[in-house]
């Protein structure tokens, strides 16, 4: 069965980071692709980032590019997420997501991912 649990989230001020991590049971993630996306409040999940299996290439939405850096450790089995810059708007519950299939690049698209973890919240405020 495959789990995954997300942990690193939390209240931080403005302009300041946060590392997330999901840690993958089961096979290694560096064979999977693995997406983080975030749900705001009143707000549809939206893709954030994604590390592909294929070349361990890596895809940004807008909102987060040149903030956030995805990085995956397979000896670990952990995917991390490292956001800087944290804005209030970036308050929200952030999930990581493992397709079924092995290979291939990854998509900011929920369709793509079959399975996810309970997600971590991260609140910035001052």
């Known amino acids: 069965q495959v789990q995954l649990v997300e942990s690193g989230g939390g209240l931080v001020q403005p302009g300041g980071s946060l590392r997330l991590s999901c840690a993958a049971s089961a096979i290694s993630v560096g064979f999977y692709s693995v997406g983080w996306f975030r749900q705001l409040p009143g707000r549809e999940r939206e893709g954030v980032s994604c590390?592909?299996?294929?070349?361990?290439?890596?895809h940004y939405a807008d909102s987060a590019k040149g903030r956030f850096t995805v990085s995956r450790d397979n000896n670990k089995k952990t995917v991390y997420l490292q956001m800087t810059g944290l804005q209030p708007e970036d308050t929200a519950l952030y999930y990581c997501a493992r397709t079924r299939a092995v290979g291939g690049f990854c998509e900011l698209e929920q369709y793509a991912y079959t399975y996810w973890g309970q997600g971590t919240q991260v609140t910035v405020s001052s």
């Open positions: 590390i592909s299996s294929y070349n361990g290439s890596t």
